[in-house]
Antibody
Framework: EVQLVQSGGGLVQPGGSLRLSCETS????????MDWVRQAPGKGLEWVAN????????NYLESVRGRFTISRDNVKNSLNLQMNSLRVEDTAIYYC??????WGQGTLVTVSS | QSVLTQPPSASETRGQRVSISCSGD????????VTWHQQLPGTAPKLLIHSNDQRPSGVPDRFSASKSGTSASLAISGLQSEDEADYYCGAWDDRLNVWVFGGGTKLTVV
């Protein structure tokens, strides 16, 4: 059974940092690109970042480039998103996803003073 | 405004078949695989279709999809009340270098 279990998130002030994690099982993690997607309250889906199989290539949404860093650990089958210099507009539910395996359960990130 | 265009809503009678369209261009659907995702109210999205027309294990065969040129469509047959959800299409976009999604289609089963 495919599982993507997320942790991290919470409430942070503007300018603060958070780290999201996603532990996976049930598919060959090390052979797959992985993505982060977010959904602001009442809005649609917005892709945030992705990373290739060995972690050597990462792509970012323009508005998060330089502030967010995606990484992976192929030994632990886990994906991470380090979010720095957070802004109010980063408030959303963040999901890890593999486009062939499925979605994590989501974790809420609220950026507010 | 989303890069991929979906109708904002769709409605069909229980037991019938509905089709949801997703329109893109040569930089996304025309060049890359399409995924479809179902989001039930208040829950995380669920992967329905990957690689244009492939169902992950556990997705009923009532759900099917196809792609032609720069457009794709999702079909749901034998509609059930539990199919009421938002449906999103997605594809990588070479020009923007991002994964783009449609704006979502809210399906109502009457």
């Amino acid at each position: 059974e495919v599982q993507l279990v997320q942790s991290g998130g919470g409430l942070v002030q503007p300018g603060g940092s958070l780290r999201l994690s996603c532990e996976t099982s049930g598919f060959v993690f090390s052979s797959n690109w992985m993505d982060w997607v977010r959904q602001a309250p009442g809005k649609g889906l917005e892709w945030v970042a992705n990373i290739n199989e060995d972690g050597s290539v990462a792509n970012y949404l323009e508005s998060v480039r330089g502030r967010f860093t995606i990484s992976r650990d192929n030994v632990k089958n886990s994906l991470n998103l380090q979010m720095n210099s957070l802004r109010v507009e980063d408030t959303a539910i963040y999901y890890c996803i593999n486009a062939r395996a499925g979605w994590g359960q989501g974790t809420l990130v609220t950026v507010s003073s | 405004q989303s890069v991929l265009t979906q109708p904002p809503s769709a409605s069909e009678t229980r037991g019938q078949r509905v089709s949801i369209s997703c329109s893109g261009d040569t930089s996304n659907i025309g060049r890359h695989s399409v995924t479809w995702h179902q989001q039930l109210p208040g829950t995380a999205p669920k992967l329905l279709i990957h690689s244009n027309d492939q169902r992950p294990s556990g997705v009923p065969d009532r759900f099917s999809a196809s792609k032609s040129g720069t457009s794709a469509s999702l079909a749901i047959s034998g509609l059930q009340s539990e199919d009421e959800a938002d449906y999103y299409c997605g594809a990588w976009d070479d020009r923007l270098n991002v994964w783009v999604f449609g704006g979502g289609t809210k399906l109502t089963v009457v």
